[in-house]
């Protein structure tokens, strides 16, 4: 009974629990830059999987959609319209596409062309013409010469 009565003094209890507090303190420090490197490596990493899902997700349905406006542009390149059109291979899409801006740079510059065209009986006529004023412009030409004398001259004798 004696034993079972007998209790430590209360300084060396509490020594106990303090040094026990404190060895429990130290593991915490020991081990919480660990968890706190853990945890944040973890973070940014779930956070750059995050973001290069969202690049992904973005370029799938970018590509979800060049595939279904091919398919319907492999579907209208392949229907007949009027039965006067041909199916056309894959392989020559990019002639077909330039033949047709040649075909519209054409069309838009035919008006001009022909206008060339029809001038063509008029040029005996503008060549007289682009000749007779050539003439005009060299007599302009000489008088103008010959009044830069007489000023130049004029000038001279004022001094």
Same mark, same amino acid.
């Given at each position: ?37 853990? /945890? ?8 750059? @999987? ?9 370029? &799938? ?7 279904? &406006? ?25 002639? @077909?596409?330039?033949?047709? /801006?040649?075909?519209?740079?054409? @069309? ?11 001038? @063509?009986?008029?040029?005996? &006529? ?34």
């Amino acid at each position: 009974t004696l034993d079972l009565n007998h209790r430590p003094p209360l300084c060396i209890v509490k020594f106990a629990e303090i040094e026990r507090m404190a060895n429990m303190q130290a593991e915490i420090n020991e081990v919480q830059p660990l968890l706190l490197s853990v /945890t944040v490596g973890s973070t940014l990493q779930f956070y750059f @999987i995050g973001k290069k899902c969202e690049i992904m997700q973005d370029m &799938n349905r970018h590509l979800e959609a060049v595939l279904k &406006n091919e398919r319907a542009l492999r579907k209208r390149l392949l229907k007949p319209r009027c039965q006067e059109s041909l199916p056309i291979e894959a392989t020559f899409h990019k002639d @077909i596409v330039e033949l047709l /801006t040649e075909a519209v740079t054409f @069309i838009e510059k035919l008006e001009s062309h022909l206008q060339t065209f029809r001038s @063509i009986p008029q040029i005996p &006529n503008m060549v007289n013409n682009m000749e007779t004023a050539l003439t005009k412009t060299e007599l302009l030409v000489i008088e103008l010469e010959e009044l830069t004398e007489q000023i130049l001259k004029w000038r001279e004798l004022q001094r």
